[in-house]
C-alpha cells in the first residue's frame, strides 16, 4: 500500500527566512510523481511544485524547491525567503498508476504560520 | 476561465436527508474525481472517473454515490446524511493518465450534517 507522511503538523517561521517542510512516503512503485499543494484559508488547493520520480533533478519554483531523495523515499518543500502570504496549510500528495488508471494518496498536512 | 466549479459551497442537512454536491469542469479533463477533507486526515478519495460513463471506488465510497454521463459534470450523491459525512468536500479533475499534469482543484463545498 502507498503511504504518505507529514510528521510536523504545524510550523512557524519569520518573514524573509527559510523553512523546509518534510514529506516521506512509501511504495513499491518505481514510476510516480509528487506534488506539493498549498491550502491558504481560503480553502482552495493550489498547486506549488511538482516532481517526476524518474528525474533526479530537483524541481525548483521560484522561492519553492524541493530535495527529492528517491532512496530515502523523502521529498521535502523549501520555501525561502518566507513571506506572509505563504501562511497556508500544505499537502504532500504522491500520485501512482494503477489499473490503467492513476489515484493520489495525500499526507495530513502541515500548518505553516509565516511571522511578521 | 472557471476551471473546476463545484456547487453549493457550503450546506447544511438533517441527518437522513440526500442531497446531490454538483461538479463541473470546462477543460476537457477525462479524470474527475471526488475528496473528502477532515482535520488531521489530509484528504481521502471517494470515487473517481476515467471518463464518461466510467466511474469506481476510492478509498471511503460508503455513502456515496457518483455517476458520470458527461465529460464535464461528476455529481456526488449522499443518500442518507450522517453525521460522519460532515466535511469539507473537494472536486477535481485532470488530463489522462499519461499525462504528467496535476489535478486541478474546485474550490469545496463545506457540508454539515446535524
Known amino acids: 500500500a502507498q503511504t504518505v507522511t507529514q510528521s510536523q503538523p504545524e510550523m512557524s517561521v519569520q518573514e524573509a527566512e527559510t523553512v523546509t517542510l518534510s514529506c516521506t512516503y512509501d511504495?513499491?512503485?518505481?514510476?510516480?510523481?509528487l506534488f506539493w499543494y498549498k491550502q491558504p484559508p481560503s480553502r482552495q488547493m493550489i498547486l506549488v511544485i511538482r516532481?517526476?520520480?524518474?528525474?533526479?533533478q530537483n524541481a525548483t519554483e521560484n522561492r519553492f524547491s524541493v530535495n527529492f531523495q528517491k532512496a530515502a523515499k523523502s521529498f521535502s518543500l523549501k520555501i525561502s525567503d518566507s513571506q506572509l502570504g505563504d501562511t497556508a496549510m500544505y499537502f504532500c500528495?504522491?500520485?501512482?498508476?494503477?489499473?490503467?488508471?492513476?489515484?493520489?494518496?495525500f499526507g495530513t498536512g502541515t500548518r505553516l504560520k509565516v511571522l511578521a | 476561465n472557471a476551471g473546476v466549479t463545484q456547487t453549493p459551497k457550503f450546506q447544511v442537512l438533517k441527518t437522513g436527508q440526500s442531497m446531490t454536491l454538483q461538479c463541473a469542469q470546462d477543460?476537457?479533463?477525462?479524470?474527475m474525481s471526488w475528496y473528502r477533507q477532515d482535520p488531521g486526515m489530509g484528504l481521502r478519495l471517494i470515487h473517481y472517473?476515467?471518463?464518461?460513463?466510467?466511474?469506481d471506488q476510492g478509498e471511503v465510497p460508503n455513502g456515496y454515490n457518483v455517476s458520470r454521463s458527461t465529460t464535464e459534470d461528476f455529481p456526488l450523491r449522499l443518500l442518507s446524511a450522517a453525521p460522519s459525512q460532515t466535511s469539507v468536500y473537494f472536486c477535481?479533475?485532470?488530463?489522462?493518465?499519461?499525462?504528467?499534469?496535476?489535478?486541478?482543484f474546485g474550490d469545496g463545498t463545506r457540508l454539515s450534517i446535524l
Open positions: 477543460m476537457n479533463h477525462e479524470y
Open positions: 500528495a504522491f500520485r501512482y498508476t494503477t489499473s490503467g488508471t492513476y489515484k493520489y494518496i
Open positions: 477535481a479533475s485532470s488530463r489522462t493518465v499519461y499525462s504528467n499534469q496535476p489535478q486541478h
Open positions: 472517473s476515467v471518463g464518461a460513463g466510467i466511474t
Open positions: 516532481q517526476e520520480a524518474y528525474k533526479q
Open positions: 511504495t513499491s512503485e518505481n514510476n510516480y510523481y
